[in-house]
């Protein structure tokens, strides 16, 4: 069997592909090989070489840049997706697909669950809302995983720019009333292939059918993420010029985008939790692994 890993060079495609080339062939292409905007280059790549599970990490995921760029957010946010269950769904396969907390209003604190009203608040957040729509009405066999503040040792991301920001800065100002959990993509990758079990020359998902969240235990803010950064990294010994007391939180009125950002992305991991049978590990234990893998 072989497996689809689409955006493959992107954080979570790069993990995925260190999880499931132990499973089995995997097929990367990469832009070159495979425009992913091109719906015909896409069906036609699917009909040659008829993977057996598709894991879905393409997105378009330039949140600001998405208020001005709408159609493209579209195709790879909501069209890809479609056009991949179609396929799954014709061919009786999985497919795996990632989705964000930014489907939801972003309001109020509590935990949102799988079935909470959906209100995104953005051209990013609406495309990924209308891409999990499209594959849940497919009729394929489908597992979505909304995450949430993805980062990873690799790729641009959060934590290495305030690694960056740590080193140049003695001073920063961070959000500190948008509270999620952040997630390493490592971890998303993990919890992936632990919902699937080798059956023959084939993997079977151990998992329903359904959406799921998938993010560390605990939430923070991004200025609690920050801080947490500095601390384990002092800790580490990488020299910081950073004073933490002079490092302020500040609302998110005070710090405006394009794109309005959900102030509350709290996922309950309830669900996800019952049906593997495992506790998801806090947010602080995973971002010392990913400074660590960043480190060495």
């Not at 947490?228 to 910081?240: D, K, N, R, T, W």
């Amino acid at each position: 069997m072989k497996i689809l890993i689409t955006g493959s060079n992107g954080q979570v495609g790069f993990e995925l592909q260190r999880q499931f080339s132990l499973f089995s062939d995997i097929l990367t292409p990469t832009r070159q090989e495979l425009d992913l905007r091109d719906e015909q280059a896409v069906e036609a790549y699917l009909s040659q070489h008829n993977p057996g599970l598709i894991l879905n990490a393409a997105a378009y995921t330039a949140v600001d840049k998405a208020e001005s760029e709408p159609d493209l957010a579209k195709r790879l946010n909501a069209g890809l997706p479609a056009q991949l269950a179609q396929y799954a769904a014709r061919q009786k396969i999985t497919l795996v697909h990632y989705s964000s907390d930014y489907v939801y209003p972003g309001d109020g604190e509590i935990p949102w669950q799988e079935d909470s009203p959906t209100g995104p608040l953005s051209v990013y957040g609406q495309t990924k809302l209308e891409g999990d729509l499209a594959v849940v009405e497919s009729g394929a066999s489908y597992l979505i995983f909304r995450t949430s503040w993805v980062y990873a040792a690799r790729g641009s991301n959060f934590m290495k720019t305030m690694l960056r920001l740590g080193q140049e800065k003695e001073a920063l100002n961070i959000v500190n009333d948008q509270i999620g959990a952040p997630t390493p993509a490592r971890l998303i990758a993990q919890v992936t292939a632990l919902a699937f079990t080798p059956h023959g020359s084939s993997l079977e998902s151990r998992v329903s059918s359904g959406i799921y969240h998938l993010a560390p235990a605990g939430a923070t803010s991004w200025y609690g993420f920050a801080s947490e950064i500095f601390q384990q990294a002092m800790q580490a010994g990488v020299p910081l010029v950073i004073k933490p007391e002079n490092t302020q939180g500040i609302l998110t009125a005070e710090y405006p985008t394009p794109a309005k950002r959900p102030l509350n992305s709290r996922m309950s991991l309830v669900k996800l939790e019952a049906e593997l049978d495992l506790t998801l590990p806090s947010w602080e234990s995973q971002l010392a692994l990913t400074l660590q893998e960043y480190l060495d």
